[in-house]
């Protein structure tokens, strides 16, 4: 199974700020098609996950541009600009290039 | 609007059996590759299931292969989980998922 490592398990940020979270798979998420299969996703306190990312870099529909993604085959990073309180709660990667699909652990987001 | 709503949970004794349902709405369901992940409680997300649009091609996790069955039914736009041979550690909030959209979840409970 490809195991995927995020870090840190919790960050705290800010308002206004910007925040970095970082996923590592133990293995290329890179398909022969030229996508990359990670994908973000926030779980907002009480709620059910919400997409934010798909295939490394693309924006979800509704989700404000301050959020981003970027990577390698094995490296991902989420970025959020301008961290706002409705950007609280627990941001988990994962990748769906193969059965069993996996997740990161998550990392949750709060406030200073 | 798009929207995905479980039922069938609830709470049920160890070795019982449990019938998920997922009505799917807002979206040609027919097109559409469908997913059980669960949340046990206070943990992170964890894949259960996949079912191909037209149903040919069916995956699950090793914890609960030969014990459960996802199957669907496109002219009803609803998806299902049949769980048997129920275990404590299937106590979960059971999300029905196409990985963009997500229902509300739907809680079993495993418990004598």
């Known amino acids: 199974d490809i195991v995927m490592t995020q870090a840190p398990l919790s960050v705290s940020v800010t308002p206004g700020e910007s925040a970095s979270i970082s996923c590592r798979s133990s293995?290329?998420?890179?398909?022969?098609?030229?996508?990359?299969?990670v994908y973000w996703y926030l779980q907002k306190p009480g709620k059910s996950p919400q997409l934010l990312i798909y295939?490394?870099?693309n924006l979800a529909s509704g989700v404000p541009d301050r959020f981003s993604g970027s990577g390698s085959e094995t490296d991902f990073t989420l970025k959020i600009s301008r961290v706002e309180a409705e950007d609280v709660g627990i941001y988990y990667c994962?990748?769906?290039?193969?059965?069993?699909?996996?997740f990161g652990a998550g990392t949750k987001l709060e406030l200073k | 609007e798009v929207q995905l709503v479980e039922s069938g949970g609830g709470l049920v004794q160890p070795g019982r059996s449990l019938k998920l349902s997922c009505l799917a709405s807002?979206?040609?369901?027919?097109?559409?590759?469908m997913n059980w992940i669960r949340q046990a409680p206070g943990k992170g997300l964890e894949w259960v299931a996949s079912?191909?649009?037209?149903?040919?091609?069916?995956y699950y996790a090793d914890t609960v292969k030969g014990r459960f069955t996802i199957s669907r039914d496109n002219a009803k736009n609803t998806l299902y989980l049949q769980m048997t041979s129920l275990r404590s550690e299937d106590t979960a909030l059971y999300y029905c998922?196409?990985?963009?959209?997500w229902g509300q979840g739907v809680m079993v409970t495993v418990s004598s």
């Open positions: 994962g990748q769906l290039l193969e059965n069993p699909y996996t």
């Open positions: 295939r490394m870099s």
């Open positions: 079912i191909s649009s037209s149903s040919s091609y069916i």
């Open positions: 293995k290329s998420l890179l398909h022969s098609n030229g996508i990359t299969y």
């Open positions: 807002g979206f040609t369901f027919s097109n559409y590759g």
């Open positions: 998922t196409t990985v963009a959209v």
